[in-house]
């Protein structure tokens, strides 16, 4: 389709060209006939060749040559009878008269388009002019030659298509560079802001966490230390009541003594089950929050494809900014070159707490992740009903009173009931439990 419609095309042209050669070249004899203008047409850049119409003539003397723009300008003259010619002005050797009185024009051009004149002398006196006018022939241009018009719009169209498409694809390529590298970077600032805030999530349930189990042991110290000091205060009371009467209440004694030491073995069992559940429950909610970071880290790594160094990165750089012991370093290293002393040990030091591998971060937001309960409510009523004991070893004054009354009750008991009292002592010792 496109091939015929091409060849019609150029059939076209071809006809034109015709078309208008044949017109031109009667509008010439028909200027001829009528002495009218004769036009001479000639390429760009190529030699014309002008013809004086009297220089066939057989009593021709002299042909001159005239440019004729304002006044006129005298060329040259050819003499027929000599075979002579005479170059008056060649402009730049754009002139030059040929041996039969032609005139030949060299690298036709813009300025050379105008009239020129041919004056034709004969021997018995008479003249004839002659006006031909130079024109630049353009009629190529759409004639389908290889270096016409129409080829050439066909190839400047052509190039246009082409650098229009790469400029096109050029375009699309940064296009799309631009919007994945934005994108990139919006998906990176959304990992890292949910990084950040399961960070500080994380903090807050492990710092309620630390607080509820160190609030719980604090409960437990003070229940156990009361009833100890019950206990004690109780059996001192009972055993100043015997010593008058001891030989005679020596069972008596004894059935107290082992009361007592029921009592004692009750509550030690009961606060290690109590010390051994809080911390089951310490440490199964410890794992939970755990697992749930870890179980947010690799949604996080599997929804925006981001790589596990990046969020390693990142966490590290978090936990440097919020890490207490580094900052503690830190500090104490600002101390030490100050030559000041040493601050007292802090509640939330790693010795306080129940494991020294875990450490707390601080964190001042906590709204961007959804509430995860991490308490057992169960855990909070039982924790209502029970007594709580306490778990640390008796201080340095209860301990030396404890040792001065196991004496004073040596030294008020006889001989025979020395085995009974011997009893006693173990019982104080072993029954100290540490946190």
């Not at 002659?130 to 400047?156: H, K, M, Q, T, V």
Request: hydrophobic share 35%.
């Amino acid at each position: 389709m496109f091939g015929s419609y091409l060849n019609l095309v150029m059939s076209l042209l071809c006809l034109d060209v015709f078309v208008f050669s044949q017109q031109n070249e009667k509008k010439n004899l028909t200027a001829t006939a009528n002495n009218l203008p004769q036009i001479v047409r000639q390429r760009l850049l190529e030699d014309a060749l002008l013809p004086c119409n009297s220089s066939n003539g057989t009593d021709l003397e002299l042909i001159e040559w005239w440019y004729k723009r304002i006044g006129g300008v005298y060329i040259g003259a050819f003499n027929a009878t000599s075979r002579h010619v005479h170059t008056n002005w060649t402009k730049d050797g754009a002139y030059q008269i040929a041996d039969n009185g032609s005139l030949i024009i060299h690298n036709v051009r813009r300025e050379l388009v105008e009239r020129y004149e041919c004056l034709s002398k004969f021997l018995n006196g008479n003249q004839t002019r002659n006006s031909i006018l130079l024109r630049l022939d353009f009629s190529f241009w759409y004639a389908p030659e290889p270096f016409s018009l129409f080829y050439g719009s066909c190839i400047f169209a052509l190039i246009f298509c082409v650098a229009s498409f790469l400029l096109n694809i050029f375009w699309i390529l940064i296009r799309w560079s631009v919007l994945s590298w934005i994108k990139r970077t919006e998906r990176l600032s959304r990992v890292r802001a949910m990084l950040v805030a399961m960070e500080k999530y994380r903090q807050k349930h492990m710092e309620s966490l630390h607080e509820g189990y160190n609030r719980r042991m604090s409960t437990f110290r003070e229940n156990y230390h009361n009833q100890v000091e019950t206990i004690r205060n109780s059996y001192l009371e009972s055993s100043e009541r015997f010593r008058d009467y001891r030989q005679a209440q020596k069972e008596n004694v004894q059935q107290h003594l082992d009361g007592y030491y029921q009592q004692i073995s009750r509550l030690r069992e009961f606060g290690h089950k109590r010390v051994e559940h809080l911390w089951e429950s310490y440490e199964k909610s410890v794992n939970a929050v755990r697992t749930f970071t870890l179980e947010q880290r690799l949604k996080i790594l599997n929804q925006y494809k981001v790589k596990q160094r990046y969020v390693n990165k990142l966490l590290e750089a978090i936990g440097t900014e919020t890490n207490v012991d580094i900052i503690s370093r830190k500090e104490a290293a600002i101390r030490e070159v100050l030559g000041e002393e040493q601050p007292p040990p802090t509640f939330w030091s790693s010795s306080h707490h129940p494991s020294n591998n875990s450490n707390l971060r601080r964190s001042a937001s906590f709204h961007s992740l959804p509430e995860f309960p991490l308490v057992d409510e169960i855990l909070e009523e039982e924790e209502q009903q029970i007594i709580y004991v306490n778990l640390t070893e008796f201080n340095k004054n209860n301990q030396e009173e404890i040792e001065k009354e196991e004496k004073e009750y040596l030294l008020a008991l006889q001989q025979p009931s020395t085995s009974t009292a011997s009893s006693i002592l173990p019982l104080f010792n072993n029954n100290k439990i540490q946190a």
